[in-house]
């Protein structure tokens, strides 16, 4: 086979520039820190600001650097790995899972929800909303759907909204006898209420994970978990969700 057009078009110069910056940040900086200014990079790496800007947004693309209003460009901290292998069978909030209850409504879902919990719908659910952070920065939003019929011995009048309900909500599912789980995951965009949340732009990618939790009764719980895509990576396995680091290929 000949050499193709594509073959011959040297490496662009952007990124040639990128591949120089992931380097200089693996070592001449920390997970956080605030990079200098267009300029400054520019006159150290003697490029144009206009390559330079090409070669942060595709680290920025790559989960390796962080724009955060008001602080300027930062380096991005480690991943969170979102396993999509065997699951670790424990309901939400158990084992100090790393998310932090915000919030729990009652209402009717959506009929993809309703679908998913197998529950008619003029049936009442409760909505936690839970959200986990990783080194100050929220990496993921977290809604999850529990029939009042899953959890009867939750008083109405028992915390009636923020994070105490979210945990009385919670704490009555630990109740049950979790017989299995399982989960899929799939690239989707943000939502305006997610987005605002993860501080994304609405229609951001993101990972949509979803987790149906098993009782010997049914479906006892959905959750539909959105995460950062710039900030995770998919494991396998039967390690559950953990924090692991990734560094860009050169």
């Not at 267009?38 to 650097?65: D, I, N, S, W």
């Not at 008619?120 to 409760?126: F, G, L, N, S």
């Not at 951001?204 to 995770?232: E, I, K, N």
């Amino acid at each position: 086979m000949g050499t193709t057009q594509l073959e011959s078009v040297p490496e662009p110069k952007y990124w040639h520039l990128k591949t120089v910056l992931s380097e200089a940040l693996d070592q001449d900086f920390a997970v956080g820190e605030v990079l200098p200014n267009e300029r400054e990079l520019a006159a150290r790496f003697g490029v144009a600001r206009a390559t330079l800007r090409q070669a942060l947004e595709q680290l920025e693309l790559e989960g390796r650097l962080q724009r955060r209003r008001g602080v300027g460009t930062t380096v991005a901290p480690p991943r969170v790995g979102v396993a999509v292998g065997s699951p670790q069978h424990s309901w939400p909030g158990e084992c100090a899972d790393g998310w932090e209850p915000v919030d729990a409504v009652d209402g009717i879902p959506s009929a993809a929800v309703l679908k998913l919990l197998g529950t008619p719908a003029d049936q009442p659910v409760h909505t936690v909303r839970r959200t986990r952070v990783t080194q100050g920065q929220a990496v993921a939003a977290e809604l999850l759907y529990v029939p009042a019929a899953s959890v009867p011995g939750l008083s109405a009048i028992d915390a009636p909204a923020g994070p105490a309900r979210a945990r009385a909500v919670l704490r009555e599912l630990q109740r049950l006898a979790l017989d299995g789980q399982d989960r899929s995951v799939e690239l989707g965009s943000a939502r305006a209420d997610d987005a605002k949340e993860l501080d994304r732009l609405p229609g951001a990618p993101v990972l949509l994970v979803t987790t149906r939790y098993f009782t010997a009764a049914g479906t006892a719980a959905v959750s539909v978990a959105t995460y950062r895509a710039d900030t995770c990576r998919l494991t396998f396995g039967d390690s559950g969700v953990e924090i692991t680091e990734t560094r860009a290929a050169s």
